[in-house]
């Protein structure tokens, strides 16, 4: 709002009394006295409601300057105690800065980070500070600041290396401990205290002041007058619309006004509405309550007493101003920290500081981002008082937080947001943790705000409301800031350190405790449940604390009393949890096998059970550390191991993962989604670490102190499979058991899962502490993992893999061992593959795939052995050795009961029966045995004597079975299924099991010496894999051949089903075609020996052929004839700005616009494309009449859109779906007469005046008398041959008569943006200058992709420029002649003098092109009255003549001075063509003068010449050889030399294109002193108009620069242009242009052609014609725009070192330029394919379409 700021005159009483103030007098009055806080207040109170607060408006610069003069400058004179202009920069001088920077990043601005030396995530540094420092050459993150947070460059805490860059790296000869109030007299120091003590009293007092009406003690004003405010305040409920209308409605204000009071109401968290007397504002502020009432709590609104805004407003200036002053030296910027701090009388947390913070949430967000700068810029950059601040922050910390949670205002507005700038300082955080007890308080405060508990106390968040909901997520910044206290693990332990972290781990474990069993679920059984429970609280608890669980192990991990202690804590909790475990739970006792255990009856499947044990889990961790750290050998005596009972510890974890394996066989189906996506977290990479995976440790660690078989016995009653496998004729199971199928069903499934979770206990070995492995073992193993599945991309990676607290997966220092990069193309992204000597550690069973990936995984290394001869069994890889305390695990392997359990699988699947047993349970079975031989084989390699190996397996899968009795081995059962036909899937695994136990009985026979048998599968095999190699190119040959087919008869089957539609019409049509069909075609040879030539009398006649072409729709031929059917391409027309020299020529008023002719400069053009599909017009038109019903019947169904606006008459090509919105007719190539004696260039001038004069004065007769005034000209009498009253016969067939109309009028309509209208004049104007554009825009592309002018082009736009030629040479037919000869006349009159046409323009002002392309095209309607055997060519090629001159003419008044260039020695041929030159240019000297300046060289003038007119040439062979269909000379096919020759022989030139003049001079001379003297010449070349000079180059777009936060830094630097200074949200780079807007807001929307629409969609109406290109910089995606209603993302060209685009910026890789991606972009919009690439995009994903791309 910067309205009525000057209409307030400042009142002459008041001028007066500022006039007299001497800021020198009133310093030197305070210095004397002894009350400096009453003094200054009282000038306070005088002055402050003088200079503030007198209108409407709150803060014009004139207020500001008045505080300046009045209030500021005696308050420095005071403080440097003499001028402050001499006084403050002596201080400056004085001034040692300290070595952080501290830069303050403003919103959208680039930081920094080092993935290899940040201490945390959340050290950054600016970008000039990064770009000084050694981390650019680092692995390093690249984000965008939310705004807040400064840089941290010069922060030793921050960096492990490298703190400083080269700016900030410190003098070694200053000493840093120095005080800074060393430099500081004593004086000075005392004032300065002082005047900060006053100024910021005042400042807390004002900004802490609560009443309306009333002012703090001292500063109430001498007069009081009735002005009030009416103050609307921000809050986070109220929406933006809500707001605007509401004040509409209240203070009864314009739309626009109210938007601008909505968005400072939010910028600055409030705004007067209104400013009056008392009531007025009481008024507003009621109808405001009321109108928001309604739906939740009213907007805030208060009547202020104008003297309070007033003070407020200043001692927000206050607050700026000390900012400002501190700045000058250290040693202020100290004075204030203390002045601050220092405690008030009230006491403990009294001081300044103290009460700013704890008014925090009562305060507007404009006050609150002031004062947070201070501290910001004090504070926290005075090491000595961060710390003190530090601790009186962690002092209020449960205050400021509950403020917070109860306050509505996002994080960033509070000042709890600055916890982050203390707590992740290493040294502060340890200080706070053992001074302050922060860790307790921070959670202490957190369980005190979560209150929903149940009767055991834990939480429950089942029927929580939104607002606590809203409250809840809240709550979560306290666990950020717990995690800020834990990010970096002390190095050093003192002893009140550990009683600290201990005492607040007692506390963490309380807030566990009270997870510890939440949101247990009950299976539902019979009917469904009603309603889904919450879940997601629990979760996203879970989900936040998984990483302080993870740093509270870590801290653990660094100290072994710390571990011992904790261990002991965390058992006691558990224990605590578990009191009652074995309550109400009957006892019974299991036996199998010869072995029983006691334990008691349960069933996951009837009672309740949680997915949450975050108790157990810890402890699970813990106990990894004992033995990672070997505590649990060195200290058992400390460990309460006796303590633990292992049936207990595995018993909820085990329930937890039954529960899983019982959702996954479909028990739990009626218990709803609820439960799924429970299941899916618990094994989600987010939350698995500190879930599933530790679940999983606590059943090893349970199972390592327990009988394998009694650990076994409980898994199997667990899973409710204990009857099966325990009765004594189990394996005769499909005798009995075949009662219910789904049951037989369940218990299949439950028994693979089961079997599954054995493989997991024994074989998950490579976490360090359970197996014998390195830290990075693990990751490389998932990764590998991975890449098993398919070669994947880094992101893919990274969202695969677990991140730690830093952001970090570890993935960057292992990846190279396990995978190999590979770049990406054009297209795509970069992939890593896994290495193929990994492909051997590959494990099926994998503890983290899911079933799909297992599956996938299965299939890709299955067929990358087939690949490689290989056989296909997959056999479990060789594991690491347990660690010493999980050793025993290895034993389940060969445990009875296992044993028992195996064989009985086994016996099922050799008497298979109905489906008692699965495939994939004895894949399992197999995969087990498998394990258990490699682990005897292992041991057996690594003992140096086999006698010692207690681990024998062979021997006891040879025993036979126990019951029921003697049944076979599990060897013997082995062998039996080796040969089973039914089983030929397995038989590979089979066969590598028998093997691999040969080779073990081997080793055993064998005495050690003996080298080991190798196991690998033999050679023999590798032909006949070779062979099955080549079958399967073979069949995969064969597929693609068979989907070929299918797709051909789909599209067949297509075109079938429309004709089938249109029957009649398809009927119709092959009678007329039967009878034309039967004749061949007929090439012609390419050319005669003759030269080719493409224009004039000798042009070269093809010989007759007749076209035929093939409609797309009806699939019948046609032959294209002028009197035949008409056959139509479809095309899209469009607008365009591709070429444009000028893009600040604002967009032409299409009602009268005259599109005659075309400024060089090319700023608005008409294209033309097709993608060449042909139909009949009278298919097309059916098609599209049945496009335009299914349209309407859809939009009325369901308001869906699509990607095409069929009222527009736009549609998709039917073949291949591009987006068209006309068609163009084909026409028949137009057969010049053959010459016979033609006139010269002197004879055809006289005659054509004449026939012109003729014209006129017939033209003139068909006007209505009243309009033309009396001429007194002399009635021209025509010549004899030329009757300008003949009316010509049409040539055209009624169909292709209407096509005419039809492009025609789209022309039109699309080029002028007007309704069709098909009377209108212009309609041929606009053809004819499309065909131009687009011949231009072709020409251009070939140049620019280096691409010869013949030969190159697709069919589809040779078709498209032969039609366009065509079509424009006919269109004068469907035209009113007479307006067609009128263009003629005036086109002509441009080149030949008329007066009778007015205003012709200037040569300058006109494109050759255009001009050669539209006088050609019109020439035919005078033509078609001349009888007199004057041939059509020999008019073209004067006509052309004609124009090359003018154009030469063009070029050397636009050439430019010369430039300074070694004079170029030139071969004797060229030396004409210079002269030449010379001679052409002096006679343009002579006609323009002094304007054109002298030049010498003729070398340079012929360059100019030569190279400034090729284009033109280029085209018009183009535009003729289109026209005519005269084939090229092999020479243009090519990029070859000589061009220049043979391009002008082609069109019939002479090579020295001055000859053109020098030939004619006589008929020239008149001419060209005509265009000379046209007035518009002088003015254009003195600098009055557009001056473009040729040849124009190509456009490019703009160029970006290769690193990629240069992007981010121009925009965070780039403010909204409507919104006076504020930072733009969304600011969006015109890559056409250049220009930077400000983009998805409010601010910025316009008004266009009766819409509102955002900022690009505005930018592209002037600069792109309709279509834009942008780049969104914060997002880092480019944006197409097409109109107001298309629109698609596409990938930028910037890519990360992986190959990768980075749409978001969410994973802050570096990005780089890629220059190919960027070309292709470009090439996209230089062939004016943006919109079809919508419209592609948006076919392919339908919510494109939905999105409001206007508002952009
Ligand atoms: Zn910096
Ligand atoms: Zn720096
Ligand atoms: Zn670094
Ligand atoms: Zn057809
Ligand atoms: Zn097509
Ligand atoms: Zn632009
Ligand atoms: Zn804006």
């Given at each position: 709002m910067a309205a009525a700021e000057s209409d307030r005159e400042v009142p002459s009483a008041l001028c007066t009394e500022f006039l007299n103030f001497s800021v020198k007098d009133t310093a030197s009055k305070w210095l004397q006295v002894t009350d400096l806080y009453k003094e200054v207040y009282h000038h306070l109170a005088r002055y402050v409601p003088k200079i503030y607060c007198l209108g409407p408006n709150l803060n014009p610069q004139s207020e500001d300057l008045l505080a300046q003069m009045l209030l500021q400058a005696p308050l420095e004179w005071y403080l440097c105690g003499e001028d402050p202009s001499t006084g403050l920069a002596k201080l400056e001088q004085n001034n040692q800065p300290s070595q952080l920077c501290g830069h303050v990043f403003k919103v959208g601005e680039p930081t920094y980070s080092c993935r290899e030396c940040a201490a945390d995530p959340t050290c950054v540094l600016c970008m000039q500070c990064f770009l000084g420092s050694v981390h650019k050459e680092h692995r390093y993150r690249m984000t965008t600041s939310g705004g807040g947070g400064f840089c941290d460059c010069g922060d030793t805490e921050a960096w492990k290396k490298g703190p400083y860059c080269q700016k900030h790296e410190p003098n070694i000869s200053d000493s840093c401990q120095e005080d800074p109030l060393a430099h500081l007299s004593t004086d000075m120091i005392a004032r300065c205290y002082n005047v900060f003590s006053v100024v910021l009293k005042y400042a807390v007092d004002m900004l802490t002041w609560d009443k309306e009406d009333e002012l703090p003690l001292g500063l109430e004003p001498p007069d009081r007058s009735d002005t009030y405010y009416c103050m609307l305040f921000n809050d986070e409920v109220h929406t933006y619309e809500q707001v605007i209308y509401t004040l509409q409605k209240a203070v009864n204000c314009t739309q626009k006004e109210a938007v601008s009071f909505a968005t400072t109401v939010d910028r600055d968290g409030r705004k007067s509405v209104r400013f009056g007397d008392f009531a007025f504002c009481e008024l507003a502020k009621s109808v405001i309550v009321r109108n928001t009432s309604r739906q939740s709590k009213p907007l805030r609104v208060q009547v202020m007493h104008s003297s309070v805004v007033a003070h407020q407003c200043f001692a927000l200036k206050a607050l700026h101003w000390l900012g400002h002053v501190i700045g000058y030296s250290d040693a202020l910027r100290r004075i204030l920290c203390q002045v601050g701090l220092e405690r008030g009388p009230e006491g403990e947390n009294s001081s300044l500081v103290d009460t700013l913070m704890l008014c925090d949430s009562k305060m507007w967000k404009g006050a609150r981002n002031v004062y947070h700068q201070l501290f910001m810029s004090s504070l926290l950059m005075d090491l000595k008082y961060k710390k003190l601040f530090a601790i009186q922050f962690a002092k209020n910390y449960e205050r400021l937080q509950s403020d917070y949670v109860k306050d509505d205002h996002d994080r960033e507005f509070s000042v709890t947001d600055l916890s982050v700038q203390m707590f992740t300082v290493p040294s502060l955080a340890r200080m706070l943790i053992t001074e302050e007890n922060l860790m307790t308080t921070i959670i202490r405060t957190f369980v005190d705000h979560l209150?929903?508990?149940?009767?055991?106390?834990r939480f429950q968040f089942e029927r929580y409301t939104a607002q606590q909901a809203f409250k809840f997520r809240r709550v979560q910044s306290l666990i950020g800031d717990l995690k800020y206290v834990l990010i970096s693990r002390p190095t050093e332990w003192s002893d009140q350190l550990r009683e600290k972290f201990l005492e607040g781990l007692d506390t963490f474990l309380e807030l566990l405790k009270c997870m510890q069993g939440m949101d247990p679920v009950v299976r539902q059984v019979g009917q469904h449940i009603e309603m889904e429970p919450e879940w997601e609280a629990a979760f996203t608890l879970q989900m936040k604390l998984t990483h302080i669980i993870s740093m509270i192990q870590e801290w653990c991990a660094t100290d072994e009393r710390v571990l011992i202690e904790a261990y002991k804590k965390c058992l006691t909790a558990l224990t605590h949890c578990h009191s009652g475990f074995a309550d109400g739970e009957q006892p019974i006792t299991l036996s199998m096998c010869g072995h029983s255990v006691d334990t008691i009856r349960y069933c996951v499947s009837q009672e309740k059970v949680s997915i949450h044990l975050p108790v157990s889990r810890l402890l699970a961790g813990l106990h990894v550390l004992l033995s990672k750290m070997e505590v649990a050998y060195r200290f058992p005596e400390q460990l309460p191991l006796s303590e633990l009972s292992p049936p207990m510890l595995i018993e909820h974890p085990l329930r937890c993962l039954v529960l899983c394996a019982q959702v996954h066989t479909g028990m739990w189906r009626r218990n709803g989604f609820s439960l799924v996506n429970q299941i899916y977290y618990y094994h989600n990479v987010k939350c698995r670490v500190e879930m599933f995976d530790k679940d999983l440790i606590m059943l090893q660690a349970g199972a390592s102190m327990m009988d394998p078989n009694h650990f076994l016995m409980i898994v199997l009653s667990r899973f409710e499979l204990y009857h099966i496998f325990s009765s004594a004729d189990c394996r005769k199971r499909y005798n009995r058991e075949n009662a219910n199928k789904d049951v037989v069903q369940q218990n299949n499934t439950l028994t693979e899962e089961m079997l599954h979770l054995i493989m997991m206990v024994v074989g998950e070995r490579f976490e360090a502490g359970i197996g014998q492995v390195e830290g990075c073992d693990e990751i490389k193993r998932e990764i590998l993992h991975q890449l098993c599945i398919r070669p994947m991309a880094h992101s893919e990676l990274v969202k695969a893999l677990p991140e730690n607290e830093n952001k970090e997966t570890g993935m960057e220092r292992v990846i190279d061992c396990v995978a190999s990069f590979k770049k990406p193309g054009v297209t795509g992204r970069g992939l890593y593959e896994l290495r193929p000597e990994c492909a051997k550690q590959f494990n099926l069973y994998f503890h983290h795939y899911s079933r799909a990936d297992q599956s996938k995984a299965e299939e890709a290394q299955r067929k990358l052995k087939r690949q490689n001869g290989e056989d296909t069994a997959l056999p479990p890889p060789v594991l690491p050795p347990f660690c010493p305390l999980f050793a025993s695990l290895v034993n389940i392997l060969q445990c009875d009961v296992l044993l028992g359990m195996l064989g009985a699988v086994l016996q099922w699947a050799v008497e298979p029966s109905a489906g008692h047993w699965s495939e994939s349970m004895l894949q399992r079975v197999l995969h087990l045995i498998g394990m258990a031989l490699l682990e005897e084989q292992q041991q057996l390699e690594n003992?140096?004597?086999?006698?010692?190996?207690?681990?024998?397996f062979t021997l006891k899968m040879s025993r036979p079975g126990e019951a029921p009795s003697n049944t076979a081995s599990v060897l013997a059962l082995l062998e039996n299924l080796q040969n089973a036909p039914h089983l030929e899937v397995h038989e590979g695994m089979i066969r590598w099991l028998l093997k691999t136990v040969a080779g073990i009985k081997m080793m055993r026979e064998r005495s050690a010496s003996t080298s080991t048998v190798t196991t690998s599968g033999s050679r023999g095999q590798e032909e006949t894999a070779c062979d099955k190699d080549k079958e399967e190119r073979k069949r995969k040959a064969e597929m693609a051949r068979l989907r070929r087919e299918k797709v051909m008869a789909q599209m067949s089957e297509m075109q079938r089903h429309f004709i089938n539609e249109n029957k009649e019409l398809f009927q119709q049509s092959l009678e007329e075609l039967d009878a034309s069909t039967s004749t061949s075609l007929e090439h012609s040879p390419v050319s005669s020996d003759a030269a080719l030539a493409c224009v004039g009398p000798r042009r070269s006649r093809p010989r007759e052929k007749r076209q035929v072409v093939t409609c797309i729709l009806c699939q019948e031929e046609q032959e294209i004839r002028a009197d035949g059917k008409a056959m139509v391409l479809a095309a899209f027309v469009q607008r365009s700005t591709v070429m444009s020299k000028n893009r600040t020529r604002p967009p032409h008023d299409p009602k009268h616009y005259d599109p005659l002719f075309m400024h060089p400069d090319l700023s608005f053009g008409t294209h033309t494309g097709s993608c060449g599909h042909i139909m009949h017009s009278h298919c097309w038109q059916r098609y599209f009449e049945a496009v335009q019903a299914k349209e309407q019947r859809r939009q009325q169904r369901l308001r869906v859109h699509t990607s095409y606006d069929v009222g527009n008459g736009e549609f998709l090509c039917p073949l291949c779906e591009c987006l068209s919105n006309t068609v163009i007719p084909l026409l028949p190539r137009t057969m010049g007469s053959s010459s016979c004696e033609q006139p010269g260039l002197g004879q055809w001038l006289k005659t054509s005046g004449q026939q012109i004069k003729a014209m006129h004065s017939a033209h003139r007769k068909l006007q209505p008398v009243s309009t033309v005034e009396e001429t007194v000209e002399e009635e021209c009498p025509a010549p004899e041959v030329f009757t300008v009253d003949y009316i010509p016969t049409n040539p055209y067939s009624s169909t292709i008569k209407e096509m005419l109309a039809t492009f025609g009028t789209a022309t039109y309509k699309v080029g002028l943006k007007v309704h069709p209208n098909e009377q209108d004049p212009r309609i041929p104007i606009m053809c004819w200058s499309s065909c131009a554009y687009t011949i231009q825009s072709i020409e251009r592309l070939l140049v620019d992709e280096k691409k010869p002018l013949f030969g190159s082009l697709p069919c589809r736009q040779d078709d498209c420029l032969s039609s366009l030629a065509r079509f424009g040479s006919a269109c004068w037919t469907a035209a009113c002649q007479p307006t067609v000869q009128g263009h003629f006349i005036r086109l002509l009159a441009a080149l030949i003098p008329d007066p009778q046409v007015e205003a012709s323009p200037c040569i300058l002002d006109v494109d050759m092109l255009h001009l050669l392309v539209s006088v050609v095209l019109s020439y035919g309607s005078v033509h078609s009255q001349d009888s007199s055997g004057l041939s059509v060519d020999a008019v073209q090629l004067h006509l052309f003549h004609l124009i090359t001159v003018a154009h030469m003419v063009q070029i050397l008044l636009t050439s430019g001075p010369e430039e300074v260039t070694m004079e170029q020695e030139s071969g004797e041929a060229e030396r004409g063509e210079e002269e030449g030159a010379c001679r052409l240019y002096n006679t343009l000297r002579t006609h323009v003068g002094s304007s054109l300046p002298e030049v010498g060289s003729g070398w340079h003038l012929w360059r100019c010449v030569k190279t400034g007119i090729l284009p033109y040439l280029r085209g018009a062979a183009l535009f003729f050889h289109h026209l005519h269909g005269v084939p090229a000379p092999p020479e243009l096919h090519a990029l070859c030399p000589g061009q220049w020759e043979v391009l002008c022989g082609y069109l019939s030139l002479p090579s020295n294109l001055l000859q053109l003049f020098h030939g004619q001079q006589e008929l020239l001379e008149p001419l060209l002193h005509g265009w000379c003297t046209h007035p518009g010449i002088q003015q254009t070349l003195q600098g009055g108009g557009v001056l473009v000079s040729f040849p124009r180059e190509s456009n490019s777009l703009v160029d970006l620069p290769d690193d990629y936060s240069a992007l981010i830094n121009q925009a965070s630097s780039f403010t909204c242009p409507k919104s006076g200074g504020d930072k733009s949200r969304a600011p969006t780079l015109?890559?056409?242009?250049?220009s930077m807007l400000c983009s998805q807001?409010?601010?910025?929307q316009t008004e266009l052609e009766g819409e509102d629409v955002g900022a690009c969609t505005a930018h592209t109406f002037a600069c792109g014609a309709g279509v834009g290109i942008f780049l969104r910089v914060r997002e880092s995606q480019v944006l197409f725009l097409a109109g107001k209603t298309k629109g698609c993302f596409y990938a930028p060209p910037y890519l990360d070192d992986y190959g990768e685009t980075d749409q978001g910026l969410r994973r802050g890789n570096p990005l780089h330029l890629c220059h190919e991606r960027y070309r292709k972009i470009q090439k996209l919009w230089r062939q004016h394919n943006i919109t079809e690439e919508i419209g592609h995009a948006q076919e392919a994903n339908q919510t494109l379409v939905g999105i409001d791309w206007q508002h952009l």
């Open positions: 209150r929903h508990r149940d009767l055991q106390g003992s140096s004597e086999d006698n010692d190996v207690y681990f024998n015109c890559l056409v242009c250049g807001s409010y601010c910025c």
